[in-house]
């Protein structure tokens, strides 16, 4: 088990840039692949971005792809979501969430261990 604690949302104008943090707990980090997903009102949890345990791999919707950075610093427990050219459809309170299957993180799945969201507001 992973306990997570999302930061870094906030208010951003169409076309700005935000990066998300997500910090882990424990010494068992290393062993959860990484996702990003987001929530926005009378919507579905949605994935976004995902990395695998050791960074060498991501993936992204394609509502993102272009645009937002996934990464991950193991040693510091860290896992980091890089947001440019944001538009007000990217609205949402934003998850990490962690999962020792790689076929699982890309899913919003009771599953994954999540964090408690932080969210990012794209005025136009």
């Known amino acids: 088990q992973v306990q997570l604690v999302e930061s870094g949302g906030g208010l951003v104008q169409a076309g700005g840039s935000l990066r998300l943090s997500c910090a882990g707990s424990?010494?068992?980090?290393?062993?959860?692949?990484m996702g990003w997903f987001r929530q926005a009102p009378r919507k579905e949890r949605e994935f976004v971005a995902a990395v695998n345990r050791n960074g060498g791999t991501t993936v992204y919707a394609d509502s993102v792809k272009g645009r937002f950075t996934i990464s991950r610093d193991n040693a510091n427990n860290m896992m980091f979501l890089q947001m440019s050219s944001l538009r007000p459809e990217d609205t949402a309170v934003y998850y990490c969430a962690a999962n020792p299957l790689w076929s699982a993180i890309t899913r919003a799945t009771n599953s994954n261990y999540w964090g408690q969201g932080t969210q990012v507001t794209v005025s136009s």
């Open positions: 424990g010494r068992t980090f290393n062993n959860y692949h």
